[in-house]
């Protein structure tokens, strides 16, 4: 039976993956294994080692405390819990141009204002 932390790491790693749009198999390649252990290691049912997890971590352009976050006790960069669509929305973003990225923390911006 997968570890609990096995299974949260490898929705993590699924997670972020979606989030920079690419596929098992893209991700498989760039990491040297088959799109079959990319699966295992997405469902838990494979431990992923550390310097795999480095790997990904550094393909996928994202610390290696991603994968740990919203496990008990594990918080994003030392503040509060954030939501999952706080994470996905953060990830998004750092995946943006920085004049994309201003643009759309202007909007949000706007968007909060007429909210009030």
Same mark, same amino acid.
């Given at each position: 039976?997968?570890?609990?932390?096995?299974?949260?790491?490898?929705?993590?790693?699924?997670?972020?993956?979606?989030?920079? !749009? /690419?596929?098992? +198999?893209?991700?498989?390649? @760039?990491?040297?294994? *088959?799109?079959?252990?990319?699966?295992?290691?997405?469902?838990?049912?494979?431990?992923?080692?550390?310097?795999?997890?480095?790997?990904?971590?550094?393909?996928?352009?994202?610390?290696?405390?991603?994968?740990?976050? !919203? /496990?008990?006790? +594990?918080?994003?960069?030392? @503040?509060?819990?954030? *939501?999952?669509?706080?994470?996905?929305?953060?990830?998004?973003?750092?995946?943006?141009?920085?004049?994309?990225?201003?643009?759309?923390?202007?909007?949000?911006?706007?968007?909060?204002?007429?909210?009030?």
């Amino acid at each position: 039976m997968a570890h609990q932390v096995d299974v949260h790491v490898g929705s993590k790693v699924r997670e972020r993956r979606k989030v920079k !749009g /690419l596929t098992q +198999v893209q991700v498989a390649t @760039e990491l040297g294994i *088959t799109f079959q252990q990319m699966q295992k290691y997405e469902t838990g049912s494979n431990r992923i080692s550390s310097s795999k997890l480095f790997e990904i971590a550094k393909f996928m352009d994202c610390p290696i405390t991603y994968f740990f976050e !919203g /496990l008990d006790g +594990v918080e994003a960069d030392g @503040e509060a819990p954030r *939501t999952q669509t706080e994470v996905r929305m953060l990830h998004a973003t750092r995946a943006m141009p920085e004049k994309l990225r201003s643009k759309l923390l202007e909007m949000a911006e706007m968007m909060v204002d007429k909210a009030s």
